[in-house]
């Protein structure tokens, strides 16, 4: 028996089918999601080589990326995403797949329906067409993006050919300060690390702010490991883990559900098992945090200013710097709650889940949204859409002139119809802020949600610990 | 998939860091079913205006790139999504090798499934191969694979590292799927043992 073993090596190791003498290894993958956009390709070549799909059991289909979030009884407009949808229902058909289509009530984004259904599930290694598939590692599963070579890889195999990722350890200590969310945290985690700073590694979160997450902040951040680099994050399973999992639709039951909860209490990192790379942040540090450029390394405390390219040594970054400011139409020194938005979004697989929708709805309460914006609200499923409804949350944001949306991944990438017009800028509660991300010419600055609709109101940046509940 | 084993070609300098995956195919472009036409979409917005036409100074729009088929750019290329639509785009247009001093994981992944060469150098070395590409047609490189080394214009050498197994499986043009199916009486026992050890882990439905 090797020495102490971090939760990652453990995971790995548990799905080692082989190991060539160079290295490379064979991995099993226990749970695969398939959407509409990175999958077409891989069903094609499973057609022109007559292979099957080794286990339907294990596979999850769900249109998430192109599908409208309005007007759905009228089925999709825009012919090219149709033929997408389309195409994913038919292969679900030829290859025995489960789908749940966008009449039912349990689709939407994949990374918010995994969890949703207990399909994702700790120890488990997990893989989707789709680099946020990192999200899943709130669990303690081993979930990475894939290109769509490898779906059809693990589509007629269930397996990947994989090396091992370096181990790295990002320690949050202390707990964080009322009003500073999962995502102000990984913004700020990003914004320390860089977003190369986990390229080649596994990312394990942990630390007392870490663990008194609950479920959906622990999603939010390892849903943006990928920001940092590192293609999947981990934190480690328990009781908060459990408890989400215990009834869920495809969670084990019963005696399975006992032994499974016993082998699971075994995955936390062994004490002094060894990490290549580790980053400490203080939690007390952390403020609410915005981006101001077109990286999501590009961060800024709200309370702060838009950084001067005049001042960055480096040849490179500050060419880079540069031109983000020029795309955003921003100037150094400019303070960040001066900057007037035209849109916000909350959703995407980083923020949509019910505990988002209720910290935004807290901020939206009784107030209205500036008169100049368009705000867009967009659950991450039709089940979190449900749950909003049955809590009021509807309402609270339709009384206060949001816009309330059908489930899917929206204008987090505009490849359906919401998405921002050149010179447009967003608030927005997603992952990226890449040029043209939202849209072509498109500006966006992440947030939290709450953030994010308390921007709607002001109409520009603003800080929500100046709103009283 | 495709063979690699040596290029010969005029390599393109985008001396830029961070380039995302957005930037190398934005989303609007991912919608088709198929693994091709991808390449007037390729780095579309530094390419064309908002009208659509061309920006003459983009460098694949200058007469001497117009056929490059190397790359030499900026660390962190790739980052962001993990769309194969990525390195498709480049493949398409008729980019087959790219080089900078790093890349992100799963577009390096996407890339080598589709038979092309990325390589990693330091950032000294890229500086020397950025000057070189500047100097237009004449900026022609050859990468040897099996020889692990790149020749400049000036007939210099560069050698370069690669994973073991991916330079085989570049070098034959090997399918992944076929040599994993070789070892499907492996993945076999794997399933029935973790059936019976985690009874939770299958038939999920």
Redesign the interface.
């Given at each position: 028996m090797a020495g102490p073993r971090t939760l990652f090596d453990k995971i790995w190791d548990a799905h080692l089918?082989?190991q060539?003498a160079?290295?490379?290894c064979?991995i099993?993958i226990?749970?695969h999601l398939v959407h509409e956009?990175?999958s077409?390709?891989a069903f094609?070549?499973l057609r022109n080589?007559g292979?099957k799909v080794?286990?339907p059991?294990?596979t999850?289909c769900v249109p998430d990326?192109?599908v409208p979030t309005e007007n759905r009884d009228k089925g999709i407009e825009e012919e090219?995403?149709r033929?997408?949808v389309d195409?994913l229902t038919r292969n679900c058909e030829e290859f025995g797949l489960?789908l749940f289509g966008m009449d039912d009530i349990r689709q939407g984004i994949c990374h918010v329906i995994g969890p949703e259904q207990g399909?994702t599930?700790p120890g488990?290694t997990m893989v989707c067409?789709?680099?946020h598939?990192a999200t899943h590692g709130a669990f303690g599963s081993l979930a990475?993006?894939?290109?769509?070579?490898?779906v059809?890889?693990v589509l007629?195999?269930?397996?990947l050919?994989q090396?091992k990722?370096k181990n790295m350890l990002v320690k949050v200590e202390g707990a964080l300060p009322v009003g500073i969310t999962a995502k102000d945290m990984i913004l700020a985690i990003i914004g320390k690390i860089g977003?190369?700073g986990g390229?080649?590694c596994v990312i394990e979160y942990a630390g007392e702010a870490i663990r008194n997450l609950d479920m959906a902040g622990r999603m939010t951040v390892c849903n943006m490991s990928?920001e940092g680099?590192?293609?999947a994050g981990l934190i480690a399973p328990d009781e908060t883990t459990f408890e989400y999992l215990k009834g869920r639709p495809?969670s084990?039951k019963g005696a399975?559900?006992e032994?499974?909860e016993a082998?699971w209490k075994t995955l936390p990192s062994d004490p002094g098992a060894k990490y290549d790379i580790e980053v400490v942040l203080n939690a007390r540090d952390i403020t609410p945090m915005v981006t101001w450029g077109t990286?999501p390394e590009d961060v800024v405390a709200i309370t702060g200013a838009v950084p001067d390219p005049a001042k960055i040594a480096d040849e490179?970054?500050r060419?880079?710097m540069e031109?983000s400011l020029a795309y955003m139409g921003l100037k150094p020194g400019m303070a960040m709650q001066d900057v007037k938005i035209d849109k916000m979004f909350i959703g995407s697989c980083t923020n949509s889940r019910i505990e988002d929708l209720r910290a935004a709805a807290v901020v939206a309460k009784g107030r209205k949204v500036a008169g100049h914006v368009q705000a867009l609200v967009v659950p991450g499923s039709g089940l979190v859409k449900e749950q909003a409804e049955s809590e009021g949350l509807d309402k609270i944001f339709t009384d206060a002139g949001f816009e309330w949306r059908d489930a899917g991944c929206s204008m987090c990438?505009?490849?359906n119809n919401d998405r921002l017009k050149?010179g447009e800028r967003a608030a927005s509660t997603s992952n990226?802020n890449?040029?043209?991300?939202q849209g072509?010419?498109g500006r966006t600055h992440l947030l939290s949600p709450a953030m994010a609709a308390a921007a709607a109101i002001k109409g520009h940046l603003a800080d929500v610990r100046e709103f009283d509940a | 998939m495709e063979k690699f084993n040596s290029l010969s070609g005029v390599a393109a300098p985008l001396p830029m860091v961070n380039i995302d995956t957005d930037m190398i195919i934005p989303a609007r472009f991912l919608k088709s079913i198929k693994r091709d036409g991808f390449g007037p979409s390729l780095f579309y917005t530094l390419r064309y205006d908002e009208q659509g036409k061309e920006r003459p100074e983009f460098i694949l729009n200058q007469a001497a790139y117009r056929k490059a088929s190397i790359l030499v750019t900026g660390t962190n290329f790739g980052c962001g999504s993990s769309r194969e639509h990525a390195p498709w785009a480049l493949d398409n247009f008729g980019i087959r090798c790219v080089i900078a001093p790093d890349f992100a994981d799963i577009f390096y992944n996407n890339a080598f499934k589709n038979g092309m060469l990325l390589i990693r150098l330091p950032q000294e070395q890229i500086d020397l191969l950025t000057k070189d590409a500047e100097n237009g047609a004449n900026a022609t490189f050859t990468v040897d694979l099996t020889a692990q080394e790149i020749t400049r214009p000036d007939g210099g050498k560069i050698k370069f590292d690669i994973d073991p197994f991916k330079k085989h499986c570049l070098l034959n043009g090997l399918d992944d799927i076929g040599l994993t199916l070789q070892k499907d009486t492996k993945i076999g026992s794997y399933e029935e043992k973790m059936t019976v050890a985690q009874p939770w882990l299958s038939a999920v439905r």
């Open positions: 089918v082989d060539q160079d290295g490379t064979l099993f226990d749970r956009v990175t077409p390709q094609d070549g080589t292979r080794r286990r059991d294990l999850l990326h192109n090219e995403s033929i997408q195409a489960t399909f599930l488990v067409g789709d680099s598939t990475f993006g894939i290109g769509t070579s490898e059809e890889h007629a195999t269930q397996t050919i090396t990722a977003t190369a390229t080649g990928i680099g590192a293609r495809m084990p399975t559900w032994a499974a082998y990286s490179g970054k060419k880079k031109r990438l505009a490849m050149p990226r890449f040029e043209g991300r072509p010419g | -």
